[in-house]
């Protein structure tokens, strides 16, 4: 594609439940990112994959959430037992290789709303 | 631990006007990249401009400069004759280049008056 795809724009869920976030970086694209922007915040860094790599989870809140990229392309971010605070806009980026030099293309972001 | 801030929750400007946007960030490190993004209510984040810690030259990229200040800490965005496209919230971002996250201030809601 042109650009970062991310799917759904848009997901409700009720507490408790799990949900799975989708990304489709650009094809190619090395470095993969993930980052969590609550309302009226900054994004927050979550996780980083280089190809099928997890290279840094560090950003990740709890053990409720969890990221993979099983063939270096596609990655998924999985939430389980959702909670509140966890209501944020979740976006993903990548990258041609490592971002050195190099530029981050964003995807728009999932909205994730928990009740 | 690196820390971005941006003061400004809010600004406005006159269509055609120049606008400072502030950003001030803490760090150890000797060598570092600075970013201003800017996000649109579409939420897709699109890099305006960036800095490399080592140039003293200021970025500029046709109507957005910065003004960086190293000793200070200090990387303000400049936009010169401002368009009704350029309303949208701008973070002011910060990457070691010994880690590969972008670390984003809180953002600025920049307005722009007909």
């Known amino acids: 594609g042109a650009g970062v795809s991310q799917s759904p724009r848009y997901k409700v869920a009720k507490r408790g439940q799990d949900v799975a976030l989708r990304c489709d970086p650009i094809s190619g694209h090395v470095s993969l990112f993930w980052y969590q922007q609550a309302l009226g915040q900054g994004p927050e860094f979550l996780t980083y994959?280089?190809?099928?790599?997890?290279?840094?989870k560090s950003g990740l809140p709890s053990d409720r959430f969890f990221a993979e990229r099983p063939e270096g392309s596609v990655s998924t971010l999985k939430i389980q037992r959702t909670q509140q605070e966890d209501s944020a806009v979740y976006l993903c980026?990548?990258?041609?290789?490592?971002?050195?030099?190099?530029?981050?293309?964003f995807g728009s972001g999932t909205q994730l709303s928990v009740l | 631990a690196q820390t971005v801030t941006q003061s400004q929750p809010e600004m406005s400007v006159q269509e055609a006007e120049t606008v400072t946007l502030s950003c001030t960030y803490d760090?150890?490190?000797?060598?570092?990249?600075l970013f201003w993004y800017k996000q649109p209510p579409s939420r897709q984040m699109i890099l305006v401009i960036r800095?490399?810690?080592?140039?003293?030259q200021n970025a500029t990229e046709n109507r957005f400069s910065v003004n960086f200040q190293k000793a200070a800490k200090s990387f303000s965005l400049k936009i010169s004759d401002s368009q009704l496209g350029d309303a949208a919230m701008y973070f002011c971002?910060?990457?070691?280049?010994?880690?590969?996250?972008?670390?984003f201030g809180k953002g600025t809601r920049l307005h722009i008056l007909p």
């Open positions: 760090t150890s490190e000797s060598d570092y990249y």
């Open positions: 980026a990548s990258s041609w290789d490592r971002p050195t030099n190099e530029k981050l293309f």
């Open positions: 800095q490399e810690a080592y140039k003293q």
């Open positions: 971002a910060y990457r070691s280049p010994r880690d590969d996250k972008i670390i």
């Open positions: 994959f280089q190809n099928e790599a997890q290279l840094d």
